[in-house]
Antibody, heavy 120, light 106 residues
Framework: EVQVLESGGGLVQPGGSLRLSCTAS????????MNWVRQAPGKGLEWVSI????????YYADSVKGRFTISRDNSEDTLYLQMNSLTAEDTAIYYC?????????????WGQGTLVTVSS | IQMTQSPSSLSASVGDRVTITCRAS??????LNWYQQRPGKAPELLIF???SLQTGAPSRFSGSGSGTDFTLTISSLQPEDFAIYYC?????????FGRGTKVEIK
């Protein structure tokens, strides 16, 4: 069974940093692109970032470019999101979402999400 | 690419046929996907590439369209279908979502 499980969320002060992790199981991790998608409280879905299966290609939403870094460790089946210079607008549930192939535009499995709250 | 969903919400009864539309600001061929999000839960993929039913999704869900105009149809609404539905374009980065359609019980 395909599973992805996020961790690392919590309360952080404005300007602070946080690293999210997503551990995967039930599939060949390195064969699939992985994404982060977030959802602010009571709001819709916002795609944040994607990394290709091999890790060589990454893209970001303009709202996080230059502040967030996506990475992966295929030997540990783990996806990461390093978040720096956090602001209140980054408060959201962050979902890890599996792509359907090495590089794809849809998300066929999602984790349960981890809540990031940016507040003083 | 901007994705516009309509309506933003609707009320329907169990057994009703429900249609949700999604319009892209430019042609996205058939790179359109639909997700269902139940309250307090993560989204789940229903339909990918406009009309392909995701494994495990009920056959009462169907999708159609190409270019800029797409629809999601629920042929006979069931109690577990009351949720928010999002369309998403997978044509070009940044991937973008519609603002969602909330399906409520009449």
């Amino acid at each position: 069974e395909v599973q992805v499980l996020e961790s690392g969320g919590g309360l952080v002060q404005p300007g602070g940093s946080l690293r999210l992790s997503c551990t995967a199981s039930g599939f060949t991790f390195s064969s699939f692109a992985m994404n982060w998608v977030r959802q602010a409280p009571g709001k819709g879905l916002e795609w944040v970032s994607i990394i290709s299966g091999g890790g060589g290609n990454t893209y970001y939403a303009d709202s996080v470019k230059g502040r967030f870094t996506i990475s992966r460790d295929n030997s540990e089946d783990t996806l990461y999101l390093q978040m720096n210079s956090l602001t209140a607008e980054d408060t959201a549930i962050y979902y890890c979402a599996k792509g359907s192939s090495l590089w794809s535009g849809y998300f066929d499995s999602w984790g349960q999400g981890t809540l990031v709250t940016v507040s003083s | 690419i901007q994705m516009t969903q309509s309506p933003s919400s609707l009320s329907a009864s169990v057994g009703d046929r429900v249609t949700i539309t999604c319009r892209a600001s430019q042609s996205i061929a058939n790179y359109l996907n639909w997700y269902q999000q139940r309250p307090g839960k993560a989204p789940e993929l229903l339909i990918f590439t406009a009309s392909s039913l995701q494994t495990g999704a009920p056959s009462r869900f169907s999708g159609s369209g190409s270019g800029t105009d797409f629809t999601l149809t629920i042929s006979s609404l069931q109690p577990e279908d009351f949720a928010i539905y999002y369309c998403q374009q997978g044509y070009s980065i940044p991937w973008t979502f519609g603002r969602g359609t909330k399906v409520e019980i009449k």
